[in-house]
């Protein structure tokens, strides 16, 4: 399936009316399986499917990707399934836990079961990894430069990887802002790339799931372009997340955890 298609529409202006082609993002319901139960469904692109599976079923706590035996990704007229294969007895576990919630795009707590869920408890994470502030102000442009469905439709978001001194490595888009962040993730993890060496990267404001996913990827800092809410940096701060916001034009505003940002060299001009 296309990420994107080619949509016909009329610009209307004080000079009159024109005909005009748009690439507008695909958008479709991607239902997450494991063993053949459904675990959730969400609106995703219809993009890096197999990253956004296991990214997802990470962040959510269906299954680490060492636990993933295989993954399939199904379409259908209804949308697409992705089928994550899994241990029976972990199959058997998720059972008494199955939720299935529909989110529209840029919502990642709808259908949730308790208020417990919402704000669930997070690990802290381990002290160190710095990158300096220099490459994290610049990061959120240097992820711009990777963002070819954005570059086509103006409606997607974007996630990325940052590695201290070789720029953004992995990105992934999407348009929803939670669904980039798994794919993300879920392509670090496949690849073997051990985020709590590096920053994630978005293109979005900073809201709690945002933390609660960098967080349990093990990711000790977090770039954003946009501004967290409140309750994000009490989750951060508690967590021990480094979260950046408001990253342009070679300046940021640090939150929680200032200290893995290095600005030895901008002290030192």
């Not at 035996?69 to 949308?79: K, Q, V």
């Not at 669904?179 to 985020?195: E, F, S, T, V």
């Amino acid at each position: 399936m296309n990420p994107s298609r080619s949509i016909s529409a009329s610009a209307l202006g004080p000079e009159g009316a024109r005909d005009v082609a748009r690439s507008l993002p695909e958008e479709v319901p991607v239902a997450v399986t494991v063993n053949g139960t459904t675990q959730a469904v969400m609106m995703c692109s219809p993009t890096d499917l197999e990253d956004f599976a296991t990214g997802f079923a990470l962040t959510e706590g269906f299954a680490t990707p060492d636990q993933i035996e295989s993954i399939e990704i199904i379409e259908s007229d209804a949308g697409i399934e992705a089928r994550l294969w899994v241990p029976d007895a972990l199959a058997d576990a998720l059972a008494a836990r199955r939720r299935a919630m529909m989110g529209p795009v840029g919502c990642g707590l709808c259908g949730i079961e308790s208020l417990e869920q919402a704000l669930r408890a997070l690990p802290v994470l381990a002290d160190g990894g710095k990158v300096t502030l220099a490459e994290a102000a610049a990061a959120p442009e240097a992820l711009r430069g990777q963002q070819p469905l954005h570059d086509l439709t103006h409606a997607a978001h974007a996630a990325g990887f940052l590695v201290p001194g070789h720029g953004v490595q992995v990105a992934r888009e999407d348009v929803g802002r939670h669904n980039a962040l798994d794919k993300l993730i879920g392509a670090c993890a496949r690849d073997g790339i051990d985020m709590g060496q590096g920053a994630v990267v978005l293109t979005s404001r900073v809201s709690v799931e945002m933390v609660q996913k960098t967080v349990l990827a093990g990711c000790p800092i977090l770039i954003a372009v946009s501004a967290p809410t409140a309750h994000a940096v009490r989750l951060a701060e508690a967590a021990n997340l480094t979260l950046a916001a408001f990253a342009r034009e070679g300046r940021l505003e640090t939150f929680t955890h200032p200290a893995r940002i290095d600005r030895s060299q901008t002290d030192a001009a």
